[in-house]
């Protein structure tokens, strides 16, 4: 993949904090993901503002089935991850 060199500005307390974090992997790598994270959260928010205009608001009961479903997912990967429980029952 192709890259650019660029400056940029970052609060100083935060860049300090960050290369503590991420020392191995590197700023930039750590900044890229942090790009990327941003973007395709920025364009799921327009998918969601468009999907209200052509189909009007959620519903109380569409969000409280939503963030189920969500709980569903988050404990069928806890299941699923290594170390996870039931990690030891699949194997």
Do not use: N
């Not at 300090?16 to 750590?30: C, F, K, P, T």
């Not at 920025?42 to 209200?52: I, K, P, S």
């Not at 189920?68 to 029952?89: I, W």
């Amino acid at each position: 993949m192709a890259t650019k060199k660029m400056t940029v500005t970052i609060p100083e307390e935060l860049l300090d904090e960050i290369r503590s974090e991420v020392a191995e992997r590197g700023l930039s790598a750590y900044v890229s993901e942090a790009l990327r994270f941003k973007r395709d959260r920025d364009r799921l928010r327009e998918l969601a503002d468009w999907l209200q205009e052509e189909h009007g608001p959620v519903t109380e009961d569409e969000h409280t089935a939503a963030l189920a479903e969500l709980e569903d997912l988050d404990a069928e990967h806890e299941r699923r991850a290594p170390g996870g429980h039931g990690a030891e029952e699949a194997a």
